[in-house]
T-cell receptor, first 115, second 114 residues
Framework: DAEITQSPRHKITETGRQVTLACHQTWNHNNMFWYRQDLGHGLRLIHYSYGVQDTNKGEVSDGYSVSRSNTEDLPLTLESAASSQTSVYFC??????????????FGPGTRLTVL | DQQVKQNSPSLSVQEGRISILNCDYTNSMFDYFLWYKKYPAEGPTFLISISSIKDKNEDGRFTVFLNKSAKHLSLHIVPSQPGDSAVYFCAARTRQGGSEKLVFGKGTKLTVNP
């Protein structure tokens, strides 16, 4: 069955370290997204991609970067982790450009703690 | 500036009764609205959506109502079941500068008591 996976599921790191969170989908979806979920904020968009070599900044992109070298993967990198980036991170994918008509499928999430 | 607001952080209802979750928005450019359901330790899952040109969409026990003049939408679950206990997120689509994004509310935690 097609799916979207994230790894690791839990990560503890130290301030200043570089961290990469993996996202892999097997639906062959063009669109992929990264969100973070924090208490009192809901889900906020970090970066998104509409296809290979395409990346775009979302609402809270500072301190994060993504790259899209193939259809299946959109890794999220924290260049220099900060305590404010402690959060639960969700990756999502959808088939085509029309977000409203195309369901976004979410991964199980990665809980990141920055000490 | 919160464009999508879910003012009730939690809601508790009895099994078999109706659950009504509310969502307000401020951006009149939103053209599509979605509800997602999230269980603990899992990613959100899509539940139901509605286009801004409609005022109602129904799917089984779930109905979403949209009142554009009031910039308000609601999700009705009838009858409510204990398995519906989850956090529900309202989301709205915006198209700006050729890009499309979803803006999420903070979520409402629904508890359905047996």
């Amino acid at each position: 069955d097609a799916e979207i996976t994230q790894s690791p599921r839990h990560k503890i790191t130290e301030t200043g370290r570089q961290v990469t969170l993996a996202c892999h989908q097997t639906w062959n979806h063009n669109n992929m997204f990264w969100y973070r979920q924090d208490l009192g904020h809901g889900l906020r968009l970090i970066h998104y991609s509409y296809g290979v070599q395409d990346t775009n900044k979302g609402e809270v992109s500072d301190g994060y970067s993504v790259s899209r070298s193939n259809t299946e993967d959109l890794p999220l990198t924290l260049e220099s982790a900060a305590s404010s980036q402690t959060s639960v991170y969700f990756c999502a994918s959808s088939e085509s450009r029309g977000l409203g008509t195309d369901t976004q499928y979410f991964g199980p999430g990665t809980r990141l703690t920055v000490l | 500036d919160q464009q999508v607001k879910q003012n009730s952080p939690s809601l508790s209802v009895q099994e078999g009764r109706i659950s009504i979750l509310n969502c307000d928005y401020t951006n009149s450019m939103f053209d599509y609205f979605l509800w997602y359901k999230k269980y603990p330790a899992e990613g959100p899952t899509f539940l139901i959506s509605i286009s801004s040109i409609k005022d109602k969409n129904e799917d089984g026990r779930f109905t979403v109502f949209l009142n554009k003049s009031a910039k308000h939408l609601s999700l009705h679950i009838v009858p409510s079941q204990p398995g519906d206990s989850a956090v529900y997120f309202c989301a709205a689509r915006t198209r700006q500068g050729g890009s499309e994004k979803l803006v999420f509310g903070k979520g409402t935690k629904l508890t359905v008591n047996p």
